[in-house]
């Protein structure tokens, strides 16, 4: 039986990430979005100190050991304060450190996943290319096999922390006629440092939304990578990929749940306050309509993404209900979103009131981590029985502590 009720430890970690949110980055943030600036000290240190940079990495390898509802429930509680927050949960905690922990050899462990996971090194994930996003297969970025290194030349673009990880996972073809033949066998996972030779990082320029994240490009030009540094076995870097994006997905879903509750909490209370007509515009029934879609919009991701990290503490295969939970969740908090700003009207086209930013948010996770059609796509494909997921060499470990026997 699924049980929803949180034990004591989430309920604390739910509790401790949301103080320290309100407290610590909400009176921030405006300003922080504003000036484009990646608050690192404040956001990493903070997050480093409660944990949540190796949230659900066990203890033996650095992390705090809690489980995937707690990775679940910090998610939304970030997202819920600003996006920013919450994309280092997807790219540090979810599509890295989790990749590691599952497909990672003992030294890459711990060479990499420990520091890591106390937060004393940031990591990333390098897929996306100037000329392929939905369409993995694309990737240009080559890894020559040269004596005991591969030698990795490519760029990889909208990378999130591109200008503040010191590691990434580096998806790259290690089979040159494979890649003519865009068979994904021929495709390898690399951990790829920032001190590397000829690896070199930018921001992306025009970015217009999660301003206070930092989102860029970083290019390698023969980058020389020893080959204890290849993360599984060589062609295993498309099912890694897939992997670490079941990851990703899942801390997209929760965060985008958060990001619901901020629009619902934010309309709520300009509702009350504002008054049209006679009375607060609350009392308006296609008001009210907005806000009760709100509800039941942020009541169901949050079920969707609890049953993902139910299925992950059990150790059960979770692609299709966290591609589900995704899509849903992302879709909703732009709708979310849009409402939040047509409930403040003229007030919610400025940003004096946080829905405006919460509406630039939104959009980049409708787009990121599997487009809303790719999603659709993928449910379609499930139901018509043209995809299925068969099991893959490594798993993501199951929560002990929270096995159902
Ligand atoms: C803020 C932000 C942060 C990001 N962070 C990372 C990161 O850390 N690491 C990383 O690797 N990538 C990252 N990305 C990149 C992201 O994953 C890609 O943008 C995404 O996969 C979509 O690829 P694309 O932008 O190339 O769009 P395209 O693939 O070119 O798609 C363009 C449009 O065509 C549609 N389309 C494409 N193929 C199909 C199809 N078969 N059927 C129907 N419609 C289709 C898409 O849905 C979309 O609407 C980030 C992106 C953003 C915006």
């Known amino acids: 039986m699924i049980d929803f009720t949180l034990t004591d430890e989430q309920r604390l970690l739910e509790q401790s990430v949301r103080e320290w949110a309100a407290r610590e980055v909400a009176p921030y943030i405006r300003e922080n979005d504003r000036k484009h600036h990646f608050d690192r000290d404040r956001i990493l240190g903070g997050m480093a100190k409660l944990g949540l940079l190796g949230i659900s990495v066990p203890q033996e390898y650095g992390g705090a050991g809690m ?13 819920y304060v600003d996006t920013s927050l919450r ?12 990749t590691l922990l599952s497909w990672g050899s003992e030294d890459q462990k711990q060479r990499y996943l420990v520091p890591q996971a106390q937060g004393t090194k940031i990591s990333g994930y390098g897929l996306t290319e100037p000329g392929a996003g939905s369409d993995a ?3 240009q970025t080559t890894a020559v096999k040269k004596g005991d290194r591969y030698v990795i030349s490519g760029e990889k673009s909208w990378i999130s922390l591109a200008d503040v990880a010191d590691h990434f996972i580096v998806v790259a073809w290690t089979d040159a006629e494979k890649k003519k033949q865009r068979d994904t066998s021929g495709l390898s996972a690399f951990i790829v440092e920032r001190t590397f030779k000829g690896f070199s990082s930018g921001p992306m320029k025009e970015k217009w939304g999660i301003l206070a994240g930092n989102t860029g490009f970083f290019k390698m030009d023969e980058v020389e ?21 079941d990851q990703g997905r ?14 619902r909490d934010a309309s709520v209370k300009y509702a009350k306050a504002r008054k049209a007509f006679g009375v607060e515009i609350g009392q308006h029934q296609l008001v009210k309509e907005m806000i009760a879609q709100m509800e039941s919009d942020y009541q169901a991701s949050r079920l969707l ?14 692609t299709r209900e966290t591609g589900l939970a995704k899509w849903f ?4 908090s ?21 829905v405006g930013r919460f509406w630039r948010n939104s959009k980049g996770a409708v787009i990121y981590e599997g487009t809303r059609e790719i999603h659709k796509l993928m449910q379609a494909d499930y139901l018509l029985g043209y995809r299925s997921d068969r099991p893959t060499r490594c798993e993501l470990p199951a929560h002990a502590a929270d096995v159902k026997t």
């Open 334 to 354: 732009e709708r979310a979103a849009g409402d939040a700003i047509q409930i403040h009207g003229a007030n919610g086209y400025s940003d004096e009131y946080p």
């Open 225 to 245: 990578v020893p080959e204890e540094n290849l993360i599984g076995r060589p062609g295993e870097g498309f099912k890694i990929a897939m992997f670490a994006l």
């Open 67 to 79: 489980d995937y509802v707690c990775l679940g429930l910090a998610s939304e509680e970030l997202e």
């Open 250 to 263: 899942y801390t997209v879903a929760a965060g985008a749940t958060g990001l619901i509750r901020a629009c």
């Open 305 to 318: 993404w609890l049953r993902s990290g139910w299925l992950k503490n059990q150790g059960e295969r979770n």
């Open 137 to 139: 297969r694309a990737i």
């Open 329 to 332: 969740s992302t879709v909703a």
């Open 87 to 98: 994309v280092i949960m997807s790219v540090h905690a979810g599509l890295n450190c989790l």
